[in-house]
């Protein structure tokens, strides 16, 4: 990490971690924020339900949750980006303070409750990014909607002709009963109408799916059978967890979701289950902060993996050392490609 990259983080942690968060993307805007440019080689260079990426380490939704940073963001060193979540209509979220930092355990708890500016706001800026560089939209929906599993869909039919792939979120924990349509008849449901939205735009993207840690093993399966039925493109592995165990930080009792290191293991295991039950490709994301876990996850069956909460403690130029690191792992084991080590190692975490 750069000086100027230091000084900023230990700036930015004086302030509400809400707060610190704004002014980083009020700097990549502004364009004073450090941008690493594009990190690819033949290595990492990598193909995930027919979208190419220039490397396999994306960026996690909600960073962005408005589309307000796209073009720093995609010379960041970032192989694809997902901003979001967008809801229908704008909705301000939960109650502040919402987001916590813990850092002892290099984590974070947030309840954000998918506050964001509404899709048509988001639509009008993604209409306006770079045509180079992967993007995709997280679709969530209104916490008072009548009908939250059509909110996907209108998010898709709203916001789909400006990306290149859209991922339903019911595995935030901060909107009530959201993750009751994780089950197989509500989830199967839900994807069939977001398929038929998708199938109805003129250039038809790819859609996944994001899932929480905290599932059984039965869970996994039905999740499995509902994206397979469904013909779904790619299942994102895992969201945040309520799981608190093992935390020393004060904010530690927080309600929320929880990011960051103490996450890794969890949703890395679930990786590995979902990757010994399905075929479709897999994105590993949970407590990613460094080159070795951003391979474990690789090697326990993710196709590319996402990050966010890492770069609350380590900068944005974060992305860029996992994807470079990443690349000499790849060369030391003699794989001459990315996508020869996905789950390589599976059944180090069965």
């Given at each position: ?174 909107t009530e009963k959201l993750r009751d349509l994780q089950g197989k008849d509500a989830l199967t449901a839900l994807l069939s109408g977001v ?44 969201n945040t967890t309520l799981d608190r165990e093992g935390l020393t930080s004060a904010h530690k009792d927080e309600l929320g979701g929880l ?92």
């Amino acid at each position: 990490m750069s000086f100027y990259e230091r000084f900023g983080l230990s700036v930015l942690h004086k302030f509400d971690p809400e707060v610190a968060h704004g002014l980083s993307i009020k700097a990549l805007k502004m364009g004073i924020a450090p941008l690493a440019g594009d990190v690819t080689s033949d290595r990492l260079r990598t193909t995930v339900a027919g979208l190419k990426f220039s490397n396999p380490v994306g960026l996690a939704a909600g960073f962005d949750k408005n589309a307000e940073a796209i073009s720093p963001l995609l010379r960041a060193g970032f192989g694809f980006i997902e901003v979001g979540a967008a809801t229908p209509r704008p909705q301000s979220g939960n109650a502040k303070p919402r987001l916590f930092r813990l850092t002892q355990d290099q984590a974070a708890i947030n309840r954000f409750g998918f506050n964001n500016e509404g899709m048509d706001v988001i639509a009008s800026r993604l209409a306006k990014r770079p045509k180079s560089g992967v993007v995709g939209i997280n679709l969530g929906a209104n916490k008072d909607s009548d009908d939250r599993a059509a909110d996907f869909a209108k998010v898709l039919t709203r916001c789909g002709p400006h990306v290149d792939f859209a991922t339903v979120n019911v595995s935030s924990p901060n909107t009530e009963k959201l993750r009751d349509l994780q089950g197989k008849d509500a989830l199967t449901a839900l994807l069939s109408g977001v398929m038929t939205a998708r199938d109805a735009l003129d250039a038809p993207i790819p859609v996944f799916l994001k899932i929480a840690p905290d599932l059984t093993d039965k869970d996994l399966e039905d999740i499995v059978a509902a994206a397979t039925e469904t013909k779904l493109d790619a299942i994102i592995t895992t969201n945040t967890t309520l799981d608190r165990e093992g935390l020393t930080s004060a904010h530690k009792d927080e309600l929320g979701g929880l990011s960051g290191a103490p996450l890794f293991e969890k949703s890395t295991r679930v990786l590995a289950k979902m990757s010994s039950l399905t075929d479709i490709p897999l994105i590993g994301v949970g407590g990613v902060s460094n080159a070795e876990q951003a391979y474990a996850k690789i090697q326990a069956g993710a196709s590319a993996v996402q990050l966010y909460t890492a770069m609350v403690y380590h900068g944005l130029g974060l992305a860029a050392k996992i994807a470079t690191g990443l690349d000499e792992r790849l060369k030391a084991d003699g794989f001459s490609n990315v996508s020869e080590a996905v789950g390589s190692k599976k059944d180090d975490w069965l």
